[in-house]
């Protein structure tokens, strides 16, 4: 029997082709399905094991011999067809080689990234805890504000001024003061120092501040400046202070009368608004005050505040209870509130209105001072003064007026009473390129003060230490060029020109001056 009806037999598939019928009708043998193959192997096994213990005759042992080669036949297929089926899924087994490599190679990536995650986890929580354990690393300068036991150090700033300038008051003293007992006297011009400020600024914690200013004069002493002065911050809209503070009178005393700030020269003899020169005194309180601001309710205007207690004005004559007439005229010796000669004490405050959006501010202030005087003498001193101010974009704009009402009955028979205003513009070119012309600020500033209850002719013009510090009625024009080095530094250069009605003292003065805000 042939391989190929074997093969058919073994199969339950009825009407098999033979191999006569496969040949003839062009399939090869090799073409067979290999579980056909492995069907025709076992069947074809079979047949060889069927009579294991009969002793074979040569025409058995030849056809055992045929059935071997048709079994070494199918094998020779069925390898030729695994080889056939394994040559057809080459390409599927590469790229599936391939994918497998891929993924092999994302998952290992995927590990590492992992790992390298936890790594930096593992980073960050060790710095976390390290900066809480030990605090975070410090220069050595910063480090010991944090050592446990504290640091040798307190938040202390240092700022100040400095002015020095010349001036020469220009005019003949032999032909001037009119009608006085005889020329006002000679007054050189020359260098001056205006002054040296040092102001010491130290924060001890969020709601207490210390502020003090040391005045070192032109001789070398040294003295208190203006301010030596607690702040207690109780919230948002309150201050408390105690000790010396500039009085909040009007808005130059507090805001603008510093060398660097002020636009004209304030530091030299007989320069500042005759205002503050012979009106209102430029002064420091030694007490107690309550300032502070806030907005009203939703709106843009800023309302400020100060009211105050503090020791007096206060004379102190040459005879003691008989001032002269230039005692009382001269309120250079009215503003030392350190000592107190009588009981009475001086009561103060302002009321101001800002409207910071457009540059606007404004306010009233006033002071009642009672017995100034030793001696029993019920003589007192009441002031108020008025102020507008405009700061925006390249103008600044102030006017201020004020009223100080001072009784002499005792003393001279009458009363002295003192009125003035100073109106002052300046400008600066912001909007030009930085260069020299944008460095230049250009200023005038009128003044006029009257005063009532003085007799010109009785005074003794060398009480005063220039023409301009006597108390007669009087207007000046100040003319004046800033060339600001920096923002806190200037050169100041203004000329005045000062008229006395009826007495004409002749003192026009030409100043120029270097203010440094340090």
């Known amino acids: 029997m042939s391989l190929q009806e074997q093969i058919n037999l073994s199969q339950p598939q009825p009407a098999a082709p033979s191999p006569e019928t496969s040949n003839r009708d062009g399939v090869a043998p090799d073409s067979l399905p290999l579980d056909q193959l492995q069907a025709a192997l076992v069947a074809l096994g079979k047949k060889e094991e069927a009579q294991p213990g009969q002793k074979m005759t040569p025409e058995q042992m030849q056809k055992q011999l045929e059935l071997q080669k048709q079994q070494i036949d199918v094998l020779n297929k069925m390898v030729k067809l695994l080889a056939k089926q394994v040559g057809e899924q080459g390409p599927s087994v590469d790229k599936l080689q391939l994918d497998v490599a891929t993924l092999d190679s994302r998952s290992k990536q995927a590990a590492q990234r992992d790992k390298d995650l936890q790594n930096a986890l593992d980073n960050n929580i060790e710095h976390q805890d390290a900066l809480e354990r030990y605090g975070p690393q410090l220069p050595a300068g910063l480090r010991e504000l944090f050592v446990p036991s504290g640091a040798n150090q307190t938040q202390l700033s240092i700022y100040g001024a400095l002015a020095v300038g010349y001036s020469h008051i220009l005019g003949d003293s032999l032909k001037s003061a009119q009608g006085a007992t005889g020329p006002r006297p000679s007054t050189p011009g020359g260098f001056y120092f205006g002054e040296f400020t040092p102001d010491f600024l130290l924060k001890l914690n969020d709601w207490i501040f210390l502020e003090a200013e040391i005045g070192i004069g032109s001789d070398g002493s040294v003295g208190a400046g203006s301010f030596a002065q607690a702040d207690f911050f109780i919230n948002d809209w309150l201050t408390i202070i105690a000790g010396r503070f500039v009085a909040p009178i009007g808005w130059f005393n507090e805001r603008l009368n510093n060398p660097w700030i002020n636009k004209l020269p304030g530091d030299a003899p007989g320069s500042g608004p005759l205002l503050w020169q012979q009106v209102l005194p430029p002064l420091a309180l030694l007490g107690v005050m309550a300032q502070g601001s806030f907005y009203i309710c939703d709106s843009p205007l800023k309302f400020e505040y100060a009211a105050y207690v503090s020791n007096g004005l206060n004379l102190v004559p040459g005879t003691p209870g008989a001032p002269t007439i230039d005692e009382l005229a001269d309120l250079g010796g009215l503003t030392n509130t350190f000592s107190f000669v009588t009981n009475e004490k001086a009561f103060g405050g302002r009321l101001g209105l800002w409207w910071p959006e457009q540059g606007l501010a404004g306010g009233i202030s006033a002071m009642t001072n009672g017995d100034f005087v030793a001696g029993g003498f019920e003589e007192s001193i009441n002031l108020w003064a008025v102020d507008l101010n405009y700061h925006k974009g390249n103008w600044d704009v102030r006017a201020e007026y004020g009223n100080m009402f001072e009784q002499a009955g005792s003393f001279i028979g009458r009363n002295i009473r003192r009125q003035g205003f100073y109106a002052q513009v300046a400008y600066r070119p912001w909007d030009l390129p930085p260069g020299i012309l944008q460095q230049l600020e250009f200023v005038y500033r009128y003044s006029y003060i009257d005063i009532r209850g003085i007799d010109a002719t009785t005074l003794d013009l060398s009480f005063y230490g220039t023409p301009v510090d006597v108390p007669i009625r009087r207007q000046q024009n100040e003319f004046g060029i ?30 120029t001056e270097l203010a440094w805000g340090w």
Do not use: S, T
């Open 482 to 511: 800033d060339y600001w080095i920096y923002p806190r530094m200037v050169i100041k250069v203004a000329y005045q020109i000062n008229d006395e009605p009826g007495f004409h003292l002749h003192d026009n003065q030409f100043i």
